[in-house]
């Protein structure tokens, strides 16, 4: 199966991501996380995506199709989370997928307040080290992660400001995929995404299902 989950940050995208993609036995391409590896790694591209990422901008078009083109040459079943954030990227994983003659069999678009989005994001922190995430309410009051040992930290693009300004951002720029891919053959699927992870989960599975 190869899926595309959309929403604006902190909707719990990586979350519901990680869950499907061992139910359904396909690999989960964050672009983030790759981002960010690319970053740690010093590369050329993880040098021109910082600025955007640190700044909460979305990172250019022609970078992100570069890494998914790659990432995605040997998976024939996949589940794609964050990405695509705007029309050229969703016009363009249409190309690479049909080159491949392959096509996407959903898109699940998690909906979520702005201010729970800010409450959530604000709140979280991430290792420096293995990069999982740590809500306030799971945070050790250590500052270390339960995982690895590593420092928790705030990442820059969670400070509140930097929030909202992504949220505008993906208002302008990202929203408009989800009308691109109505307008399209692959199906829309809108979930709900307040309540807790296992909530979600039970509707993203319901709607796959039906």
Same mark, same amino acid.
């Given at each position: 199966? =190869? %899926?595309?989950?959309?929403?604006?940050?902190?909707?719990?995208?990586?979350?519901?991501?990680?869950?499907?993609?061992?139910?359904?036995? #396909?690999?989960?391409?964050?672009? !983030?996380?790759? %981002?960010?590896?690319?970053?740690?790694?010093?590369?050329?591209?993880?040098?021109?995506?910082?600025?955007?990422?640190?700044?909460?901008?979305? #990172?250019? *078009?022609?970078?992100? %199709?570069?890494?998914?083109?790659?990432?995605? @040459?040997?998976?024939?079943?996949?589940?794609?989370?964050?990405?695509?954030?705007?029309?050229?990227?969703?016009?363009?994983?249409?190309?690479?997928?049909?080159?491949?003659? $392959?096509?996407?069999?959903? /898109?699940?678009?998690?909906?979520?307040?702005?201010?729970?989005?800010?409450?959530?994001? +604000? +709140? =979280?922190?991430?290792?420096?080290?293995? &990069?999982?995430?740590?809500?306030?309410?799971?945070?050790?009051?250590?500052? /270390?992660? +339960? $995982?690895? !040992?590593?420092?928790?930290?705030?990442?820059?693009?969670?400070?509140?400001?930097?929030?909202?300004?992504?949220?505008?951002?993906?208002?302008?720029?990202?929203?408009?995929?989800?009308?691109?891919?109505?307008? +399209?053959?692959?199906?829309? %699927?809108?979930?709900? &995404?307040?309540?807790? /992870?296992? *909530?979600? @989960?039970?509707? #993203?599975?319901?709607?796959?299902?039906?």
């Amino acid at each position: 199966m =190869r %899926l595309v989950i959309i929403g604006p940050p902190g909707a719990g995208k990586g979350t519901q991501a990680e869950l499907l993609s061992r139910e359904l036995a #396909v690999p989960h391409f964050s672009t !983030g996380d790759i %981002l960010r590896e690319a970053r740690r790694a010093e590369t050329e591209l993880g040098r021109r995506a910082q600025t955007y990422m640190d700044a909460g901008e979305l #990172v250019p *078009d022609d970078v992100i %199709l570069r890494i998914m083109d790659e990432a995605l @040459q040997h998976s024939g079943g996949f589940l794609l989370d964050g990405f695509p954030r705007t029309v050229a990227q969703a016009e363009g994983l249409h190309r690479i997928l049909a080159a491949r003659d $392959q096509r996407l069999d959903a /898109v699940i678009n998690l909906a979520v307040a702005d201010e729970e989005l800010v409450r959530r994001l +604000s +709140s =979280r922190r991430i290792c420096e080290d293995c &990069g999982a995430v740590a809500q306030a309410i799971d945070r050790p009051a250590s500052g /270390v992660c +339960s $995982q690895c !040992g590593g420092k928790l930290v705030q990442r820059p693009d969670d400070g509140p400001e930097t929030i909202r300004r992504r949220l505008e951002v993906y208002r302008s720029q990202t929203q408009p995929v989800l009308r691109w891919y109505r307008g +399209s053959d692959v199906p829309v %699927l809108d979930i709900e &995404g307040l309540g807790g /992870v296992e *909530d979600v @989960q039970r509707r #993203v599975a319901h709607r796959l299902e039906h």
